[in-house]
């Protein structure tokens, strides 16, 4: 099966760049959502995982607050 992640980002957030660099690097496709622009996405993120922060990552059926590789490779690992 191939890992497929979104990744709800915002516009001025370093940590959001850090964790795409990171699966670019790793080789994991992901779309990511930018929460600055797309308020509704917020809102429906805060709604399904109780976080306002980002990053937010989905990665099969998981999800990832931050930058967190050991939290993407136990996902990837699941």
């Known amino acids: 099966m191939t890992a497929k992640a979104t990744v709800y980002v915002s516009s001025t957030c370093p940590y959001c760049t850090m964790m795409t660099n990171y699966?670019?690097?790793?080789?994991?496709?992901?779309?990511?959502?930018?929460v600055s622009t797309d308020p509704e996405a917020g809102q429906r993120l805060v709604q399904t995982t109780g976080q306002m922060g980002v990053p937010q990552t989905e990665l099969n059926g998981q999800w990832i607050l931050g930058f967190d590789p050991a939290g993407v490779k136990a996902a990837l690992d699941a």
């Open 23 to 34: 699966l670019d690097e790793i080789h994991v496709p992901y779309e990511t959502i930018n």
